[in-house]
């Protein structure tokens, strides 16, 4: 049974930067064969896709909402079959559970005819969630 662990969350204070890690195990394929893809959810508030990006195999493209655009950066090591989200100038606002997901190569990191980039429900595997605090 294949699993998502993440972890790197944490208290940061506003404007500082945060590393958040997950670790991909027990699948028969390797990570770059999957879409990889970073949501939050704040109190209160329904889940958010906050970046994505497509598979390897794919040469998928890279997408960021317009809150995180400029400020955090999705990777991935395949060899160590981890995904990271650096999170600088950090806000209040960014306070969430983060959560790492997985998809399918083709499916849920891609521009729609509707302009939508990123597909919630095409991703397949989630991982725990860590807490995110912003606050001074």
């Known amino acids: 049974q294949g699993q998502l662990v993440e972890s790197g969350g944490g208290l940061a204070q506003p404007g500082g930067s945060l590393r958040l890690s997950c670790v991909v195990s027990?699948?028969?394929?390797?990570?770059?064969?999957?879409?990889i893809g970073w949501f939050r959810q704040a109190p209160g508030k329904e889940r958010e896709g906050i970046s994505c990006?497509?598979?390897?195999?794919?040469?998928?493209?890279?997408w960021y909402e317009d809150s995180v655009k400029g400020r955090f950066t999705i990777s991935r090591d395949n060899a160590k079959n981890t995904v990271y989200l650096q999170m600088n100038s950090l806000k209040p606002e960014d306070a969430a559970v983060y959560y790492c997901?997985?998809?399918?190569?083709?499916?849920?990191?891609?521009?729609?005819?509707?302009?939508?980039?990123?597909?919630?429900?095409?991703?397949?595997?989630w991982g725990q969630g860590t807490p995110v605090v912003v606050s001074s």
């Open positions: 997901a997985m998809a399918d190569s083709g499916y849920g990191c891609y521009q729609s005819s509707q302009g939508r980039f990123i597909h919630q429900s095409d991703f397949e595997f």
């Open positions: 027990g699948f028969t394929l390797n990570l770059r064969y999957y879409a």
């Open positions: 990006e497509g598979s390897t195999v794919s040469a998928g493209r890279t």
